[in-house]
Structures are given as structure tokens and as C-alpha cells.
């Protein structure tokens, strides 16, 4: 069975802390994702990485950086958190087709709440 | 900016009727195109993907696509309680796009039991 797991599912810090959220996946994807979604808004790609050390500034990615040192793992740092940051964070992976990003398998998320 | 356009819905069906779930996408060489269930709290899985234009069947769910129309539909036939979940639609723009998969912000649907 595929999987992407995330560390926390549920996360509370406070404002100016360093936050690290990890994602693995288990089915040797080259391309991750980082998104956040928050109601009315959707899905918003923050960075995304198609290779090892490698990465893409998604929509989003401003006080956000991210970390790819092995192809299973994927982490997304909020270098000093904010409370606009607020939200759920989803992270996922998939391979790639001629088409583009083949389907995406998402993790559980991270329900982050900074205070 | 390669848009994907949902109505945000709520669209309420009675249990056992067809849902029909539609999506406008604005890059007219967007080559895949998928659809995601989430249920409240939960992350999108997968329902369905589709490549061609025309119909493609998996159980109660039907994907439609017409590239020259730039649209793709979902129908749920004999809808059950258990689908009411918000949809969202996916598309992999052309490579203009840059291989970025763009989500729409998704139909709440209510199956009334």
C-alpha cells in the first residue's frame, strides 16, 4: 500500500519560532510537494522538488524554504513563523508522465496553529 | 495564469440521484486531467484520471473530457451519503505551464439520505 506519511498532525508553536515539517514517501517518487490549503482558497503549491537537492518555488513560497537530501524525504521550513501561516499543510508525491506530474498521493497533513 | 474553475457548490443531491460535478480549465494544451475526493478534515485521494477526450468508467463514477470545450466532469451515479465530500479537479497545463499541476478550489457535495 502507498503512503505519505508527515510527522505531526497536529502542531501549535509560537510567533518567530523555527518550525520543520517533514513528509516521507514510500514508493520512490522523484517529484514532492509542499501545499497549503486554507477554506476559500484551495490548494496552494508552496515549493515543490522533482529531483534530489533540487527544488521550485511554488505560488506561494515566501517565508517558506524547503529540503530535499534524500529522494524518500521532503522537508518545508518556516524559517520564523508567522500567524498568517496558520493553516493546513499537505505535502504529497508522485512520478512523472509525458503528460506532467502523474496523480498526486497526499499525506495526512500537518494542522499547524501558531500563536 | 492557467486557471481551473469549480463552482464552490454546495450542490445537494437525494441519496440514489446523479451528482455532476463540472470544471472549466483555461490552457487549452492541458494534456491530464484528474479528479480528488476530500472529505472533511482528511487529504484528496484519488478517484479518477483521464487523458482523452470522451467518457472513461470506474464503478459509479464516470469521467468526462472535451478538450475543445475545456471542460471536464465527474458524474456519481446512485449517489450514497457516504459521497458527500468536497471535489476537487486537477490539470497538468502544457508545457507552457511549467508541469505545475493546478488544483480548483473544489465542489462541496451533499448526498441528502
Known amino acids: 500500500d502507498v503512503k505519505v506519511t508527515q510527522s505531526s498532525r497536529y502542531l501549535v508553536k509560537r510567533t518567530g519560532e523555527k518550525v520543520f515539517l517533514e513528509c516521507v514517501q514510500d514508493?520512490?517518487?522523484?517529484?514532492m510537494f509542499w501545499y497549503r490549503q486554507d477554506p476559500g482558497l484551495g490548494l496552494r503549491l508552496i515549493y515543490f522538488?522533482?529531483?534530489?537537492?533540487?527544488?521550485e518555488k511554488g505560488d506561494i513560497p515566501e517565508g517558506y524554504s524547503v529540503s530535499r537530501e534524500k529522494k524518500e524525504r521532503f522537508s518545508l521550513i518556516l524559517e520564523s513563523a508567522s500567524t498568517n501561516q496558520t493553516s493546513m499543510y499537505l505535502c504529497?508525491?508522485?512520478?512523472?508522465?509525458?503528460?506532467?506530474?502523474?496523480?498526486?498521493?497526499f499525506g495526512p497533513g500537518t494542522r499547524l496553529t501558531v500563536l | 495564469q492557467k486557471e481551473v474553475e469549480q463552482n464552490s457548490g454546495p450542490l445537494s443531491v437525494p441519496e440514489g440521484a446523479i451528482a455532476s460535478l463540472n470544471c472549466t480549465y483555461s490552457?487549452?494544451?492541458?494534456?491530464?486531467f484528474f479528479w480528488y475526493r476530500q472529505y472533511s478534515g482528511k487529504s484528496p485521494e484519488l478517484i479518477m484520471s483521464?487523458?482523452?477526450?470522451g467518457d472513461k468508467e470506474d464503478g459509479r463514477f464516470t469521467a468526462q473530457l472535451n478538450k475543445a470545450s475545456q471542460y471536464v466532469s465527474l458524474l456519481i451515479r446512485d449517489s450514497q451519503p457516504s459521497d458527500s465530500a468536497t471535489y476537487l479537479c486537477?490539470?497538468?497545463?502544457?508545457?507552457?505551464?511549467?508541469?505545475?499541476?493546478?488544483f480548483g478550489a473544489g465542489t462541496r457535495l451533499f448526498v441528502k439520505a
Open positions: 504529497a508525491s508522485s512520478s512523472t508522465s509525458s503528460g506532467g506530474f502523474d496523480e498526486q498521493f
Open positions: 514508493m520512490d517518487h522523484e517529484n
Open positions: 522538488s522533482y529531483d534530489v537537492k533540487m527544488k
Open positions: 490552457d487549452r494544451g492541458s494534456q491530464s
Open positions: 483521464i487523458y482523452s477526450n
Open positions: 486537477a490539470v497538468n497545463p502544457g508545457n507552457t505551464g511549467g508541469f505545475k499541476t493546478i
